[in-house]
């Protein structure tokens, strides 16, 4: 029991001592994102540019995973109090530290599309109530997650899960080319989840595309059981698109 607390105790200097190392490599980033806060915004491409993930793994070493959880740890905390510049840059930390903790990545895209407009639009309320800088902020941080995100799809290429987030955040600002193009993805793949077929088929309607659309919510008609509460929302669907496909003909 003594050997086993000796350890610990190494265990838990030697993380500290790795965190202060990371801290201080991290610096100039938090610099950066704090000057980009006064813009309302974050570079994602200073916070890379800025960290240094290579140094950080060599100092980290075996300790990776722990220091990032707790980097994650402070970056939920910072994420309570909406601290903008701070939040984002302890997650894009948490990343960098352990780029292949696929829950980080996919939480952080969420945060910064979903999340930091309201934390802007908070600190800015006259300028939140034009409907013009909503649609501009909400769609910058949209493109700011995209990029965070597909840096995540280069590590986990074949994960469902990134992609269907990619998607919520292109559906944002409305790109709906780029919302099918990643639903697409799961959605073809054996047992996709009918929600996830739903939502693709929905975002081909959006782009005019009726008839491939249609296909798809009959085959989700025909899946679901009689009784199940989508069949009559899958149903007027069906009759939603025969008309569209009816007035496009003409």
């Known amino acids: 029991m003594k050997y086993f607390l000796n350890r610990l105790a190494v265990s838990a200097l030697s993380v500290a001592a790795t965190l202060l190392a990371s801290g201080i490599l991290a610096f100039p980033?938090?610099?950066?994102?704090?000057?980009?806060?006064?813009?309302?915004?974050?570079s994602m491409e200073s916070v890379r540019a800025a960290t240094?993930?290579?140094?950080?793994?060599?100092?980290l070493g075996g300790y990776r995973t722990i220091a990032a959880d707790l980097v994650w740890i402070k970056g939920y905390v910072l994420?309570?109090?909406?601290d903008l510049a701070g939040c984002v840059s302890s997650m894009e930390l948490a990343t960098e530290i352990d780029p292949y903790a696929l829950d980080f990545w996919y939480e952080a895209a969420g945060i910064i599309a979903f999340d930091t407009p309201h934390w802007i639009f908070e600190k800015d309320p006259k300028m939140?109530?034009?409907?013009?800088?909503?649609?501009?902020?909400?769609?910058?941080?949209?493109?700011?997650?995209?990029?965070y995100i597909d840096r995540a799809l280069k590590i986990f290429p074949?994960?469902?899960k990134l992609w269907i987030r990619k998607g919520q955040i292109a559906m944002i600002y409305s790109d709906w080319?780029?919302?099918s193009e990643c639903y697409s993805i799961p959605a073809n793949k054996p047992n996709s989840m009918i929600y996830?077929?739903?939502?693709?088929?929905?975002?081909?309607?959006?782009?005019?595309?009726?008839?491939?659309?249609?296909?798809?919510?009959?085959?989700?008609?025909?899946?679901?059981?009689?009784?199940?509460?989508?069949?009559?929302?899958?149903?007027?669907?069906?009759?939603?698109?025969?008309?569209?496909?009816?007035?496009?003909s003409i």
């Open 196 to 248: 996830v077929r739903r939502i693709y088929a929905a975002t081909l309607a959006r782009q005019g595309k009726y008839k491939e659309s249609l296909s798809i919510f009959e085959k989700l008609y025909d899946e679901v059981e009689s009784d199940s509460p989508l069949k009559p929302v899958f149903k007027e669907e069906i009759s939603k698109l025969k008309k569209a496909i009816e007035k496009t």
């Open 177 to 179: 080319p780029l919302a």
């Open 79 to 82: 994420w309570e109090k909406k």
């Open 158 to 160: 074949d994960s469902d």
């Open 128 to 147: 939140a109530k034009s409907a013009e800088f909503q649609k501009r902020i909400k769609e910058r941080q949209a493109k700011l997650a995209i990029s």
């Open 29 to 42: 980033f938090l610099k950066m994102a704090k000057k980009e806060d006064s813009k309302s915004g974050v």
């Open 52 to 59: 240094g993930a290579g140094a950080l793994f060599a100092v």
